[in-house]
């Protein structure tokens, strides 16, 4: 691109700029987007991690010590066959098992949103190369005309006075060599 095209044009800068930025914004939405996608339901996330729940052997032994322990304390108590005593020891083992999954699925949410939280940082990190690329491009693509409106800039200071004091001197308003800076003639 020309500096005269880029002076006459400023307008590609900003256009440039902005397709920058749209690249690393689209790019920073693709890190974020999967946990976008999964956090819109909820309920089928939970239903997904818990299908994959298998139940481990910490909670199989400790189901069956709890177990025998109920067993072991309701045959002291001569309650041993009692359907309340069963119910119990029932209740407890199936108490034990939902203790464990919960805690499975409260590790899978940790985990999951410590990945959300990275996607983030990720997502923030490629908006600020998109803003960083964006203000380069801009540069790149407006510093041609940018100079050549400092040299006209320049040309125009430097020969406004000359042009001034010859002005004046052409309407009868000044005298060559009549400017005071002092206050007085």
Do not use: C
């Amino acid at each position: 691109m020309s500096w005269l095209s880029s002076f006459l044009n400023p307008q590609r800068g900003y256009q440039e700029g902005q397709g920058q930025l749209d690249k690393y914004y689209q790019q920073g939405q693709g890190f974020q987007q999967p946990y976008l996608d999964a956090l819109s339901d909820p309920q089928a996330l939970q239903d997904k991690w818990s299908k994959g729940y298998n139940e481990s052997e910490a909670a199989k032994q400790a189901q069956t010590m709890g177990q025998e322990h109920g067993l072991n304390a309701a045959n002291s108590m001569g309650l041993m066959g009692s359907n309340t005593a069963l119910n119990a020891i029932q209740s407890g083992a199936s108490q034990i098992g939902q203790e464990y999954k919960q805690n499975y699925l409260d590790d899978l949410m940790k985990k999951y949103m410590a990945g959300a939280g990275m996607a983030t940082n990720m997502a923030q990190g490629a908006n600020q190369m998109g803003e960083n690329s964006a203000q380069m491009k801009f540069g790149e693509t407006n510093s041609p005309g940018n100079m050549f409106s400092k040299l006209l800039e320049g040309l125009v200071s430097f020969g406004t006075p000359f042009a001034q004091n010859y002005g004046m001197q052409k309407m009868g308003l000044s005298q060559p060599g009549s400017w005071n800076t002092t206050g007085g003639r």
